[in-house]
């Protein structure tokens, strides 16, 4: 009898104490989703400031306290924008920033990969150089790289705008950290089983190398896309501007069209959107494998 009692006494108690946790728990969760939604509308109501901010006039667009949707929607700042070669500037943009993308990964991933698994005089040395040119900023070596660009005659040229961007010392460093991950046993196997040194990179250490690779390429796009300062000083004529540039040129010394450049502005956004969703996945998978690891 006495145990009986002794074992409801426990029930009870479990019973209190799980109905405790729950209820912290359900607290935990409401206060983590209302944070969640604060900082996703936080950072949402940028992009849906230029979004409607493209469709209002200027009078509007200008005014105090603001008109947070147009009432009366135009569409005249699109025909202003769409009034400049604004598909060359597209194209520049994103032929520039896709060439960067497929040869930084390409890039990467090879010298990424050698110096992770290879081992030769020196290597130590060159990825002590690498961590060195990891902390110099674009502006310290523009002046040096437009003399070197000049004189081979690269100006206001898309192999000045992209092969300087090729050799990226992040890039080479992410693919070094994740090549380490690689089993040592899984190349040796590949070895024996007959496979060259192409076709083990090609068909092994490549797909192993997809969740990086894919948050790589996001990062090298989006820097690729927004790199408003060095377009600036390599190009010359309007016909290769991109298409960031190309919209800050429409900002007058005197006055400036804001719905015209939210228009610019949303249109420069639309292809990011793109690139991110499409290796979303692999981005999530790259950020987190390490944490893993």
Same mark, same amino acid.
């Given at each position: ?71 009366? *929607? ?27 993308? #497929? ?17 030769? *005089? ?39 705008? #992209? ?47 997809? *969740? ?82």
């Amino acid at each position: 009898m006495k145990a009986q009692s002794q074992l409801n006494m426990k029930k009870k108690f479990n019973r209190s104490s799980n109905k405790k946790r729950f209820r912290e728990l359900s607290a935990f969760k409401i206060i983590a989703t209302l944070l969640l939604i604060l900082s996703a509308l936080f950072f949402v109501f940028p992009f849906y400031w230029i979004i409607t901010g493209a469709f209002k006039a200027q009078v509007v667009a200008i005014t105090i306290p603001p008109e947070w949707f147009p009432l009366k *929607p135009i569409l005249d700042n699109w025909v202003t924008l769409f009034s400049n070669p604004v598909w060359r500037w597209t194209f520049n943009s994103f032929f520039i920033a896709s060439s960067e993308m #497929i040869a930084v990964c390409f890039v990467s991933a090879t010298a990424g990969f050698v110096l992770a698994k290879k081992v030769f *005089p020196g290597r130590k040395l060159i990825f002590i150089l690498l961590i060195a040119a990891m902390a110099l900023p674009k502006q310290v070596i523009l002046v040096p790289l437009f003399t070197m660009l000049a004189d081979f005659g690269w100006v206001d040229t898309y192999k000045g705008l #992209i092969i300087p961007a090729i050799g990226w010392p992040f890039g080479v460093f992410l693919m070094k950290q994740f090549s380490q991950t690689i089993p040592n046993e899984l190349l040796e196997a590949a070895k024996i089983d007959g496979c060259g040194e192409i076709r083990t990179f090609w068909h092994i250490v490549i797909p192993m190398l997809k *969740p990086a690779l894919g948050a790589l390429a996001i990062f090298t796009f989006m820097l690729s896309w927004n790199d408003y300062f060095s377009q600036l000083v390599i190009t010359r004529s309007t016909e290769m501007m991109t298409l960031p540039l190309g919209i800050a040129t429409m900002q007058g010394e005197h006055k400036t069209d804001y719905g015209v450049m939210m228009a610019g502005a949303a249109l420069a956004s639309v292809p990011m959107i793109v690139i991110f969703t499409l290796f979303q996945k692999s981005f999530t998978q790259g950020i987190t494998m390490g944490s893993v690891k």
